[in-house]
C-alpha cells in the first residue's frame, strides 16, 4: 500500500502505459523511466484454468486492478465464486533480471511466467471445497528471454465478496523493484511506529491525570491505526503472526471498529458540550457492539460487515464535523487546526472508502490523514495548555486575593473567639467567685450548701470547655507553649479530686484516689497535666451513671522510666466502632450520648504528645474504660521552689493568711477592673484581710496612684479609655516593679498578651476564673518580696564572706534601677560560666545543653539548629525585660550534677547559684 502511496506523492517515477492484451516494451527504458504498471486489459477465462501457451480465445477483456464479480456482458453473469485465468503477454522485453509484484490479491492464486510456475498464494482448485485463500505480497524475479513473455495467473475464490486483483501489478528492474519495496517497507514502520509512539505517550499523559479521558481516547485510536497499518500494505505484521485468510479479515474489520470507537469517544470528550447534541454517543456504542459481532460473523458474511464499517465511518465523518463546527463558533482554543487536521483525515479516510470499492485506484491514504490531524491535535492542545496555563495564572491571582480574605476573616474569628471568651470569662469569674467566697463565709444548711457546690464546679466545669475550645485553636496553628519541669503528682491528684468532687456527688458517684508511695517527679507542665486529668475524669463521670470513677498513679518497675496515671470508670464503655476514631477532634466515645464538644480526648492526646507522653486505652464495652497515661520520670528531684509552685494550688482547703505589715494594720491593694461583677468578686474575697480601692478604668487608677500609695495593684488588661497595657506603661515610667507589684487579672490566654505584660512590667498574672486561695498565695507572696527587701543587706553581707566574686552590694530603695542593671549582670556572668563549664565536658555546644536539660528550647532556623532563647541569656544588651531567673539557676544547678565531684567548676556553680538566688529575695 505504502508502495502505491509513494508513487502516487511522486516518490518514485513510473509509467502507467495504456496496455492491451498483449503489448510490446521494447521502446520503454526501465532504468530512465522506471516501474511500469501492468494495468489491463487483460486476457480473461472464466470458470477454466487455462494451461500456459493455451492460444484459445478469452471469455472478456479484464481490467487490473479489478474484480471479476463486477464484469458485465457475460453470459451467463459471473459468481463470485469460481476460477478464473489471467493472461498478459508482453514483446519487446530487453533482456535482464527483472522482478514483478504482486500486491492484495483477494483470493488464492498460482503464477507462471513463460510456462513455469513461479508461486503463489494459497490453494488453487476447480472444486470450491478445496480452495484456501491466504493474503500475502509477494514479488517473483524472473529471467527476459527473446520473443514474448507470458504473464499467466490461476485464480480461484469461495468466500471473498470482491475476487480479483485489488491493486495493480509492478513490473521493473530486480534493482529497482528491491529498493522499492525496502522503500515502501521502511514507510510502514514509520508511520506505525510515530503512530504507537504518539498513542503511548497520550496513554502515560492519561496515566498521570486521570480525570480527563480525552489522552485516553486519543491514545487507543493511534494504537489501533498504527497496528492495523502493519496488517495492510507491505503487511510486515503478517510475517511475525500466522493467521488464516478469515482470521486476517475479521481482525482488520475488528480493528476499524474499535478504531472508529475510540476516535468518536476522543471528540465527544474534547468537545463534551457540543457533543451533547450528535450521534457520537450512539455510534459509539454501536462500532463498540460490531467489533464483537464482526469476530463472530462467519466469512460469508464478511461483505456486509465492510459495508458497515463504510456507513459508520461515514456517519461518524458527519457528527465529528458537526461537533467541529460547533465548537469553532464557540471559539474553543486551537479548534481551526483540528478542523484542518480533521479535514485531512477525512478526505483520506472517505478516499479509503472508494479504494476498498475499486471505484478510485490511489491506494489506502487514512494513515496519512491520521498523521497530519495528530500534528495539528499536537498545536492545538498547545494553544490549549497556553490557553490553560493563562486562566490557572488569573485564576491564582484570584485565589490569592481570596486567601488573603480568608486569612484577615481567620483574624477576625480569632479575634472574636478571643473576645467571646473573654466576655464569657468574666460572668463565669463572677459567678465562681462570688459561689466560693459564699461557700467560706456564709452559714448555709444543707441542701443549699451542696446546690452552691454544684454551682461552683458547674462553673469550674464550663471554664474547662472554654479552655478547649482555645487550646484546639492554638493547637492546630501550632501555637502553644509547653513549660517542661519536674512536677510531683500526688498534689495534682488532690487538687483534681477537690474540684471534681461536688461534679461527682452529683451523680452519686465515689470518686477516689489510689496512689502509690514514694512517687517519683515527672517531666511535665504543671497547668497541662492538671487540664489532662480534669478532662479525663470530666469524661468518665459524664459517662458514668452508677458506680465509681478511679484516678491511680504508680511508677514503672525497673528497667521502665515511666509514671503511669490511670482514669478507670464503670460505664458503660466505648462504642468499639468508634475506637480508631477516639483522639480525632469532635468525636464522642460514647454512642449513646452525643453531648459535649469532643474536643477533650483530642486535646489530651495533643498536649501528652507535646509532652512526650503517651496514652493507652483498655476499653471493655458494658464494664467500663480505663485510660492510661505514660509520663517520663524526672531525672533530677524538683528544687524546694518548684514543689511549693504556686501556679496550680495544691489544696483546696488552703486559705493563706497575710500577717499586717510594720507601721499598717492592714496593706492596701488598688482594685483596677472595667467589670462591676469582677469588682465586686474581688472586694468579697479579699475585704476584711487588705483595705481596698477600686478604680474602672486606667485613668482613675492613675489619678488614685497620684493621691495614695497602695501596697499592690490588681489590673484588668482590656478596659475602655485606657487599658491595662498603656496603665502598666504610664506606671512603670515612675515605679519600679519593686516597689509596686503588679498583679495581672485577666480572661485571655494568649501568649502575646501575656508577654506584652510582663515586657511592660508586670510581676505575675492570673487567668479569670481563678481560685479564692491561689489568689490570696499570689497576694501573699508579692507583698512579702516588697516589704522584705529590708533583709537583703546582712544577708548579702554573710555571703560574700566565702564567694570568690563580690556579691552583689545592696543599693537601697533609692538606687534600685542600679540595682536590676547589676541583677541582670550577674545573670549573665552565671549563664557564661556555666556555658564555659558544659563545654569542658565536651558534650556539645549551646544546642546539646538545651537538649540534654529540657530546660531550653531549640528551634530550627535555615535548616540549623539553634537557641535563640538561651543566647539572649549571654549578652546584657540582649537580655529580657524580664530574665527566667529560675531557669538560669536551675542550668547552673544541672551543669554542675554533670561535673565531677571534686571539679572546681562544680563549687563554683553552686555558690554562684545560690548567690543569685539570694539576691532574688
Same mark, same amino acid.
Given at each position: 500500500m505504502l508502495a502505491r502511496v509513494v508513487l502516487f506523492l511522486g516518490f518514485y517515477g513510473f509509467s502507467s502505459i495504456a496496455l492491451c492484451s498483449s503489448i510490446n516494451l521494447a521502446e520503454h527504458d526501465f532504468p530512465s523511466q522506471g516501474i511500469i504498471q501492468l494495468k489491463g486489459p487483460w486476457d480473461f477465462y472464466w470458470n477454466r484454468l487455462i494451461p500456459p501457451g493455451d492460444v484459445s480465445p478469452p471469455d472478456t477483456k479484464a481490467l487490473i486492478p479489478g474484480f471479476w464479480a463486477r464484469y458485465e456482458g457475460l453470459t451467463p453473469p459471473l459468481n463470485r465464486s469460481g476460477v478464473a485465468s489471467y493472461r498478459l503477454r508482453l514483446s519487446g522485453l530487453p533482456k535482464g533480471v527483472y522482478r514483478i509484484k504482486v500486491d492484495t490479491v483477494n483470493t488464492a492464486y498460482r503464477l507462471y511466467i513463460n510456462g513455469q510456475l513461479y508461486g503463489g498464494a494459497g490453494t488453487v482448485s476447480t472444486s470450491l471445497d478445496q480452495v484456501k485463500a491466504a493474503y500475502k505480497n509477494r514479488s517473483y524475479s524472473f529471467q527476459s528471454q527473446a520473443g514474448q513473455t507470458e504473464i499467466l495467473f490461476h485464480l480461484a475464490n469461495r468466500d471473498h465478496y470482491l475476487p480479483g486483483f485489488k491493486e495493480p501489478i509492478l513490473l521493473g528492474l530486480e534493482s529497482q523493484m528491491e529498493?522499492?519495496?525496502?522503500?515502501? @517497507?521502511?514507510?510502514?514502520?514509520? $508511520?506505525?511506529?510515530?503512530?504507537?509512539?504518539?498513542?503511548?505517550?497520550?496513554?502515560?499523559?492519561?496515566?498521570?491525570?486521570?480525570?480527563?479521558?480525552? !489522552?485516553?481516547? +486519543?491514545?487507543?485510536?493511534?494504537? $489501533?491505526?498504527?497496528?492495523?497499518? @502493519?496488517?495492510?500494505? /507491505?503487511? +510486515?505484521?503478517?510475517?511475525?503472526?500466522?493467521?488464516?485468510?478469515?482470521?486476517?479479515?475479521?481482525?482488520?474489520? +475488528?480493528?476499524?471498529?474499535?478504531?472508529?470507537?475510540?476516535?468518536?469517544?476522543?471528540?465527544?470528550? =474534547?468537545? !463534551?458540550?457540543?457533543?451533547?447534541?450528535?450521534?457520537?454517543?450512539?455510534?459509539?456504542?454501536?462500532?463498540?457492539? @460490531?467489533?464483537?459481532?464482526?469476530?463472530?460473523?462467519?466469512?460469508?458474511?464478511?461483505?456486509?460487515?465492510?459495508?458497515?464499517?463504510?456507513?459508520?465511518?461515514?456517519?461518524?465523518? =458527519?457528527?465529528?464535523?458537526?461537533?467541529?463546527?460547533?465548537? *469553532? %463558533?464557540?471559539?474553543?482554543?486551537?479548534?481551526?487546526?483540528?478542523?484542518?487536521? +480533521?479535514?485531512?483525515?477525512?478526505?483520506?479516510?472517505?478516499?479509503?472508502?472508494? *479504494?476498498? /470499492?475499486?471505484?478510485?485506484?490511489?491506494?489506502?491514504?487514512?494513515?496519512?490523514? @491520521?498523521?497530519?490531524?495528530?500534528?495539528?491535535?499536537?498545536?492545538?492542545?498547545?494553544?490549549?495548555?497556553?490557553?490553560?496555563?493563562?486562566?490557572?495564572?488569573?485564576?491564582?491571582?484570584?485565589?490569592?486575593?481570596?486567601?488573603?480574605?480568608?486569612? #484577615?476573616? #481567620?483574624?477576625?474569628?480569632?479575634?472574636?473567639?478571643?473576645?467571646?471568651?473573654?466576655?464569657?470569662?468574666?460572668?463565669?469569674?463572677?459567678?465562681?467567685?462570688?459561689?466560693?467566697?459564699?461557700? %467560706?463565709?456564709?452559714?448555709?444548711?444543707? !441542701?443549699?450548701?451542696? #446546690?452552691?457546690?454544684?454551682?461552683?464546679?458547674?462553673?469550674?466545669r464550663l471554664e474547662i470547655l472554654i479552655d478547649n475550645l482555645l487550646d484546639f485553636a492554638r493547637l492546630r496553628f501550632s501555637n502553644i507553649t509547653i513549660n517542661l519541669q519536674p512536677v510531683h503528682v500526688p498534689p495534682l491528684v488532690a487538687q483534681v479530686l477537690a474540684l471534681m468532687n461536688p461534679y461527682a456527688q452529683e451523680k452519686r458517684l465515689q470518686l477516689r484516689a489510689n496512689l502509690a508511695p514514694n512517687l517519683p517527679a515527672v517531666w511535665a507542665d504543671e497547668a497541662r497535666l492538671v487540664q489532662i486529668l480534669i478532662n479525663l475524669v470530666t469524661n468518665s463521670i459524664k459517662h458514668t451513671s452508677e458506680g465509681s470513677v478511679t484516678l491511680q498513679v504508680w511508677a514503672e518497675a525497673p528497667p521502665g522510666n515511666k509514671v503511669c496515671l490511670s482514669v478507670t470508670d464503670t460505664g458503660p464503655g466505648i462504642n468499639p466502632g468508634l475506637m480508631p476514631h477516639l483522639f480525632e477532634p469532635f468525636t464522642s466515645g460514647n454512642q449513646f450520648d452525643n453531648a459535649g464538644t469532643g474536643l477533650g480526648l483530642h486535646i489530651v492526646k495533643e498536649l501528652l504528645d507535646l509532652m512526650q507522653g503517651e496514652i493507652q486505652v483498655n476499653n471493655q464495652p458494658g464494664q467500663g474504660v480505663c485510660f492510661t497515661l505514660g509520663l517520663p520520670r524526672a531525672e533530677v528531684e524538683p528544687s524546694p521552689e518548684q514543689e511549693s509552685s504556686d501556679k496550680v494550688p495544691r489544696r483546696m482547703d488552703s486559705q493563706p493568711q497575710l500577717n499586717p505589715l510594720p507601721g499598717k494594720n492592714r496593706p492596701q491593694l488598688l482594685l483596677v477592673d472595667d467589670e462591676p461583677v469582677n469588682l465586686r468578686v474581688l472586694t468579697r474575697q479579699l475585704e476584711g484581710q487588705y483595705d481596698l480601692l477600686t478604680a474602672t478604668d486606667g485613668l482613675q487608677a492613675l489619678e488614685l496612684l497620684e493621691e495614695t500609695n497602695p501596697d499592690m495593684l490588681l489590673l484588668d488588661l482590656f478596659m475602655p479609655h485606657l487599658d491595662g497595657f498603656e496603665t502598666l506603661k504610664k506606671i512603670r515610667s515612675d515605679q519600679s516593679r519593686r516597689l509596686l507589684p503588679v498583679l495581672v487579672l485577666t480572661a485571655s490566654n494568649n501568649p502575646a498578651h501575656l508577654e506584652r505584660a510582663f515586657k511592660l512590667g508586670a510581676n505575675d498574672y492570673l487567668s479569670k476564673p481563678f481560685r479564692n486561695d491561689e489568689l490570696l498565695s499570689r497576694i501573699k507572696v508579692h507583698l512579702e518580696v516588697s516589704q522584705g527587701r529590708v533583709l537583703k543587706q546582712e544577708l548579702l553581707q554573710r555571703l560574700a564572706q566565702n564567694s570568690p566574686q563580690p556579691a552583689l552590694p545592696y543599693k537601697g530603695l533609692d538606687r534600685q534601677e542600679e540595682y536590676e542593671l547589676e541583677l541582670r549582670e550577674a545573670v549573665v556572668r552565671l549563664m557564661k560560666f556555666t556555658l564555659k563549664a558544659w563545654l569542658g565536658l565536651g558534650q556539645g555546644k549551646q544546642v546539646e545543653l538545651a537538649e540534654k536539660s529540657g530546660l531550653w528550647n531549640v528551634q530550627i532556623d535555615q535548616g540549623r539548629l539553634r537557641t535563640r532563647t538561651l543566647d539572649k541569656y549571654l549578652d546584657v544588651e540582649k537580655l529580657p525585660r524580664c530574665p527566667r531567673y529560675t531557669q538560669v539557676i536551675d542550668t547552673a544547678r544541672w551543669v554542675a550534677e554533670q561535673l565531677p565531684d571534686q571539679a572546681n567548676e562544680r563549687a563554683q556553680l553552686a555558690l554562684l547559684s545560690s548567690q543569685l538566688e539570694a539576691n532574688l529575695i
Open positions: 529498493n522499492y519495496a525496502a522503500k515502501a @517497507l521502511a514507510m510502514d514502520l514509520f $508511520l506505525a511506529g510515530s503512530l504507537m509512539i504518539i498513542g503511548a505517550y497520550h496513554l502515560v499523559f492519561f496515566m498521570t491525570r486521570k480525570e480527563d479521558k480525552t !489522552p485516553l481516547f +486519543f491514545s487507543l485510536f493511534c494504537l $489501533l491505526i498504527g497496528l492495523r497499518t @502493519l496488517v495492510v500494505g /507491505e503487511r +510486515f505484521g503478517l510475517h511475525l503472526v500466522d493467521m488464516s485468510w478469515e482470521w486476517i479479515s475479521k481482525s482488520n474489520l +475488528f480493528i476499524l471498529y474499535l478504531a472508529i470507537w475510540g476516535m468518536a469517544k476522543f471528540f465527544k470528550h =474534547l468537545f !463534551p458540550q457540543e457533543a451533547r447534541r450528535s450521534l457520537l454517543g450512539p455510534l459509539s456504542k454501536t462500532s463498540l457492539l @460490531l467489533s464483537l459481532v464482526s469476530l463472530l460473523v462467519p466469512s460469508t458474511g464478511l461483505r456486509y460487515s465492510v459495508w458497515g464499517v463504510e456507513i459508520v465511518i461515514l456517519l461518524c465523518l =458527519l457528527s465529528i464535523i458537526l461537533v467541529i463546527i460547533r465548537a *469553532y %463558533k464557540a471559539k474553543r482554543p486551537g479548534t481551526g487546526l483540528i478542523i484542518l487536521g +480533521f479535514f485531512a483525515l477525512s478526505v483520506t479516510s472517505v478516499n479509503d472508502i472508494f *479504494y476498498q /470499492e475499486s471505484i478510485i485506484s490511489t491506494g489506502f491514504l487514512a494513515s496519512y490523514g @491520521l498523521l497530519a490531524m495528530v500534528f495539528t491535535h499536537a498545536l492545538a492542545l498547545g494553544y490549549r495548555f497556553a490557553d490553560s496555563f493563562t486562566q490557572v495564572e488569573s485564576l491564582s491571582k484570584t485565589v490569592n486575593a481570596q486567601a488573603e480574605v480568608l486569612k #484577615d476573616l #481567620d483574624r477576625s474569628k480569632d479575634e472574636f473567639l478571643a473576645k467571646t471568651a473573654h466576655e464569657l470569662k468574666t460572668p463565669i469569674h463572677g459567678m465562681i467567685g462570688l459561689g466560693e467566697t459564699a461557700l %467560706k463565709q456564709g452559714q448555709f444548711t444543707e !441542701p443549699w450548701r451542696g #446546690d452552691l457546690e454544684v454551682i461552683v464546679a458547674s462553673g469550674r
